[in-house]
């Protein structure tokens, strides 16, 4: 196939290593990605939607997940492949504006994660100085760990393999000491505490998951070093769901860890740092600070890999001429372009928006982009690629169910929010189909129009 050809040519020029990265590197990096903020953050949000049993919400959003995961697992072990998403998107529409706008919708939505794990940073430093949420400390913060993000990849002087295995050792082994002890400490008994929040439990739960699969959606970034991987047509899959498998544990044990540890009431007015809140009153001051500490390596830490990994993909995106590509004066390659580029949309993020609303765009940007992949891959390769129709299917309506419940939760809360993610998701397609002049390009051998 000729766009994987291209994609794997582009790859080579662009410097990435083919049998670089293996599974345990794989499995560290999917995990350094998916865990950080959200558990961090995310748990409060969930919480505040999904009621007493909120737990049950990152069940939820695990199942999704999985579904979601069999097309980007089927695709990756027929084509393992540096474009990654790109390729998946460019294989199922050609490249046009589809394709390429979809791409970006992933490319942004990484991006908004990245200032939700920056303002999550700000909002944690800050809890030992009692400073809350709304201090403008919090962005300044943020801002500052975003450069210093920058710095380090700018500097090249980062191996990615050594310090995604450290760092998510470190998140991993810490995060889950902390479930442990505090459900140790409440005697293991997790007691739904009933409040007022309960008005709309289905519909809630259901908005919940949306957050829930954001907290698992770095899985993708794998997809992404597809070529990279060692014996990728086997190890990309099992590299997704291994990450899957460990995250949907941890979050588990945390989020009965902070159930066992604060009534749901408390749990949402620490939303913002629901973990840190929830180990005070089970090892005091202590406890805080250790998890203060686990809070600032695993944000900060995955930053910097969500910044490698955006550049990167931007850059890919530019080489394959899905994206326009201005110098703005710099000099140097596309991917110290795709640096800056990354870190100033992610910093004026981290500054305009809080963490709900960071959250509610990353949770529209990506499912759009899903619910087009799902959609590519049954029109056109579930038989190159012996996908299931069902799974497929299953996925899609999973998808367009959860987005329209937590839209529609959105619209009622905060429509703003929901009107400014709508508008970006239109711009970004009229944008592509000007810059392209065609919604889709060559597939299956035929001129699409």
Not at 276 to 281: G, R, S
């Amino acid at each position: 196939m000729t766009v994987t050809h291209g994609t794997q040519n582009r790859a080579a020029n662009s410097g990435y290593q083919k049998n670089s990265i293996t599974l345990i590197g794989a499995v560290s990096m999917g995990t350094g990605v998916m865990i950080g903020a959200g558990i961090f953050a995310l748990t409060g949000q969930i919480a505040e939607l999904a009621g007493p049993w909120f737990p049950l919400s990152f069940v939820a959003g695990a199942i999704v997940t999985a579904f979601s995961a069999y097309t980007y697992v089927k695709m990756s072990n027929a084509y393992p492949s540096a474009g990654g998403i790109a390729m998946i998107l460019q294989k199922a529409y050609g490249p046009g504006a589809i394709a390429a706008a979809a791409s970006l919708l992933m490319a942004l939505s990484m991006v908004i994660n990245e200032s939700l794990v920056a303002r999550t940073f700000g909002t944690y430093v800050l809890r030992p100085f009692g400073v809350g949420e709304d201090s403008a400390l919090v962005p300044v913060l943020a801002v500052a760990l975003i450069v210093f993000a920058y710095l380090v990849n700018a500097s090249g002087a980062r191996s990615v393999g050594l310090f995604s295995l450290v760092m998510a050792a470190i998140k991993i082994g810490g995060i889950a000491l902390f479930g442990i002890a505090a459900l140790w400490a409440a005697g293991f008994a997790f007691v739904p505490a009933r409040s007022g929040a309960e008005a709309q439990p289905i519909a809630g739960f259901v908005a919940s998951i949306a957050l829930s699969i954001l907290a698992f959606k770095g899985f993708t970034t794998i997809t992404n070093s597809g070529a990279e991987i060692v014996d990728p047509h086997r190890n990309v899959g099992r590299t997704i769901m291994i990450s899957i498998a460990i995250c949907v544990v941890i979050y588990l044990l945390v989020a009965f860890a902070v159930g066992a540890s604060l009534s749901l009431d408390e749990i949402v007015a620490a939303k913002d740092y629901a973990l840190a809140e929830a180990a005070a009153p089970a090892f005091g001051s202590a406890g805080f600070y250790f998890t203060i500490a686990l809070a600032v390596v695993a944000t900060g830490s995955g930053l910097l890999a969500s910044v490698f990994a955006v550049s990167r993909m931007l850059a890919m995106l530019t080489s394959m001429k899905m994206i326009p590509h201005s110098h703005f004066g710099m000099s140097g390659p596309i991917r110290d372009h795709t640096l800056v580029y990354t870190v100033v949309l992610a910093s004026v993020l981290a500054v305009f928006f809080d963490l709900t609303r960071i959250a509610a765009l990353g949770v529209f940007f990506y499912l759009v982009m899903d619910i087009l992949i799902h959609w590519g891959v049954l029109r056109g390769l579930r038989q190159e690629i012996g996908a299931r129709n069902w799974i497929l299917i299953t996925a899609i309506t999973l998808d367009i169910v959860v987005l329209a419940v937590f839209g529609a939760l959105r619209l009622r809360s905060d429509p703003l929010i929901v009107v400014t993610a709508v508008l970006a998701i239109v711009v970004v397609f009229v944008l592509e189909r000007l810059y392209l002049k065609r919604w889709t390009g060559m597939a299956d051998g035929k001129q699409e129009a």
